[in-house]
């Protein structure tokens, strides 16, 4: 028997993500892949997986897995709340950040978490399901990719590619990254700014917005100041891509995310910078945002500086102890 996870409950739209699947918009396939990558990466790394391994993306309520099989390994990332693990009646919690190893029976279950929009769970050699297009990500919109491209489903099963007790050290990140509810996202303007009035798009970089209630994994609707067209509200259709700001007629933009359509016919006032959409995708509804215009030379160095930090934080992984720690 293969180890794995019975769902005993989905949790809140969990679905399986990866690092998503590059060059395809032209198909019209759309990204995905994990909203906040930095964590789903790093999620992955402590328990000495590929970075880019399939991991359970998690909103909250979380699900509850027991685990069936020899041995495994787990690492909860992105939140600070901890991860309960349930061995013969009895509940331990465990830091986020940590690995944690598991035996038959155990079940594994995330405290509700407030902090963030999306945490991480990865396990041990990834979980089993066939690549499509390239990427294991759920893409839920298109009903393909992860688990038959749906949310986990409460009494299904989700198969394990590593099955056995791990042979490595356990580990935990010493450094985690932090995070602040209300960021500042650096943007590049336009590629539709010539649409705004110029006290729009002095409105966009200089007052805040809040997130609303609308957000899914295509974007989010934020409330904030009207930003009004001096052309019309609408665009032959081109090109989008995460990150962009689109401004409808409503005058109220939308930040897309990683499920977004591959072309839209909205002006965008902005692009988000690669090296903050992370930031992005943790927000949750009611978190305000403000945005800051850079170059792209600015946004070049933001990226570079966002891979060393990435690179700095992976080496302060270390050794809790060797072998089976519960």
């Known amino acids: ?56 993306e998690l909103r909250s309520p979380g699900p509850v897995l027991r685990f069936e099989g020899k041995a495994g390994r787990i690492a909860l990332a992105g939140t600070s709340v901890p991860l309960l693990v349930e061995r013969k009646g009895t509940v331990q919690e465990w830091p986020a950040w940590r690995a944690v190893d598991l035996q038959d029976g155990d079940v594994v279950s995330v405290s509700p978490f407030a902090d963030t929009a999306v945490a ?36 299904g099963v989700l198969k394990l ?37 110029e006290e729009a ?20 609707r934020l409330d904030g100041p009207v930003l009004a067209h001096s052309k ?9 891509v995460p990150g962009a700001v689109q401004v409808p007629g409503s005058s109220q933009p939308i930040l897309l995310l990683n499920d977004c359509q591959t072309t839209g016919g909205y002006p965008k006032i902005a692009v988000v910078i690669t090296a ?31 891979a060393h930090a990435y690179r700095s934080m992976a080496n302060t992984i270390v050794p809790v102890r060797a072998g089976v720690q519960i």
């Open 232 to 240: 019309s509200a609408d665009i032959a259709s081109d090109a989008t």
């Open 120 to 155: 991480y769970l990865a396990a041990l050699g990834g979980f089993d399901v066939p690549e499509q297009l390239g990427s294991r990500s759920t893409f839920l919109r298109g009903g393909f990719g992860g688990l038959d491209g749906k949310p986990l489903q409460t009494g």
């Open 276 to 306: 903050d959409l992370f930031r992005a995708g943790r927000l949750m509804p009611g978190h305000e945002i403000r945005f800051r215009k850079v170059t792209m030379t600015e946004a070049e160095e933001a990226r570079a500086e966002a």
């Open 161 to 197: 590619l590593h099955d056995g007790a791990p042979d490595a050290p356990c580990h935990t990140l010493l450094r985690p990254p932090s995070f602040v509810a209300s960021p500042v996202l650096r943007a590049l303007p336009g590629p539709q700014a010539d649409y705004f009035k």
């Open 1 to 56: 028997m293969s180890a794995g996870f019975h769902i005993v409950q989905g949790g809140l739209q969990t679905t399986l993500q990866d690092g998503g699947r590059t060059g395809l918009l032209a198909l019209g396939v759309p990204h995905s892949g994990a909203l906040d990558p930095l964590s789903f990466r790093l999620s992955n790394r402590i328990v000495g997986n590929d970075a880019n391994s399939a991991a359970l």
């Open 201 to 220: 798009q002095s409105a966009f970089f200089g007052r805040p917005f809040t997130v609303s209630r609308d957000l899914d994994r295509m974007g989010m």
